[in-house]
């Protein structure tokens, strides 16, 4: 009897927790179901009918004319250019770096690895930033995006735990057989930490692909400007930065969700094939520190 309780208790604890989760994920999902049918209605429903969720007359005439805007094209060419890039060199510089500081053997470790920390914690500030920038000639360039934010401190940290966490047996019968450190890494270090990589290639690619501030601090030519700069002046309806034409506009708020649509599908598309490796590449590299 006391077991049939205790399996009747959980049986409810486990049906609040579903319902709540339930209702968790419809408040998430909605409004994504909401932009993404938005943007196949029409400017007059929206604006005559208000909320709903299904249009009466479904248009691709919102995805007509962004794939007809040669801003819009643009910004998306360079906000790939600028993801890809930075994406590629980040995590090359971060996993380099990171096994460096793994390594008890290396020179001044302590040093550089509280250097880390205090970037996490502290920054220079945005002036700072700016002239310095400013000095090394990179305003209007990819690069001015790319080199300031090369290496996160938080990816690095996580990463390097995780280097650490690598069997010494492995190393040990490796360098016994001849390996060098750039053998070493490449070959056993690297096959054994790709959950880890794999995560923060994911992480980058978003920080990169979301990057507006730094873009609009950083670039005044307009043909280099990313998507997200694009997609901020066409919500507010404003052709400040990227020269979107007034009369782009007849389209109304599915142009709108459109973009929102456009510029969250990259990210959607690639998330599935790096989930699996988020709560390994995560919580194996924070075991220890």
């Not at 579903?18 to 909605?30: A, D, E, K, P, T």
């Not at 880890?196 to 994911?202: E, H, L, N, P, R």
Request: proline share 4%; charged share 10%.
């Amino acid at each position: 009897m006391k077991y049939k309780a205790i399996t009747k208790r959980f049986s409810i604890f486990d049906t609040f927790i579903y319902l709540s989760l339930s209702v968790i994920l419809l408040l998430i999902i909605f409004p994504c179901i909401y932009v993404l049918f938005s943007s196949f209605s029409t400017k007059q429903e929206m604006l005559s009918r208000g909320f709903f969720l299904i249009p009466k007359v479904w248009s691709l005439d919102a995805y007509g004319y962004l794939f007809s805007n040669h801003n819009f094209l643009t910004s998306y060419w360079n906000a790939l250019k600028i993801t890809v890039g930075g994406t590629a060199f980040s995590i090359t510089v971060t996993t380099l770096m990171a096994y460096g500081l793994s390594r008890t053997w290396l020179k001044g470790r302590k040093v550089i690895n509280i250097m880390v920390l205090f970037t996490l914690i502290f920054s220079g500030g945005i002036i700072p930033m700016y002239l310095l920038t400013s000095q090394l000639g990179l305003l209007n360039s990819y690069w001015s995006l790319i080199l300031n934010n090369a290496v996160l401190p938080f990816n690095l940290i996580v990463m390097r735990s995780f280097f650490q966490n690598t069997p010494k047996e492995l190393e040990e019968a490796a360098r016994i057989d001849g390996c060098g450190e750039w053998t070493l890494f490449a070959r056993i270090i690297l096959p054994l930490s790709k959950t880890s990589v794999a995560t923060f290639i994911m992480f980058y690619a978003v920080f990169y692909w979301s990057s507006y501030f730094q873009a609009v601090l950083f670039i005044s030519d307009s043909q280099k400007l990313p998507l997200q700069v694009f997609l901020k002046q066409i919500m507010l309806g404003s052709s400040n930065s990227m020269e979107v034409s007034s009369n782009g506009f007849e389209y109304g708020p599915p142009v709108q969700m459109a973009v929102v649509v456009m510029a969250a599908l990259p990210m959607l598309i690639m998330f599935p094939y790096f989930q699996k490796h988020f709560d390994q590449g995560m919580l194996v590299g924070s075991v220890k520190g």
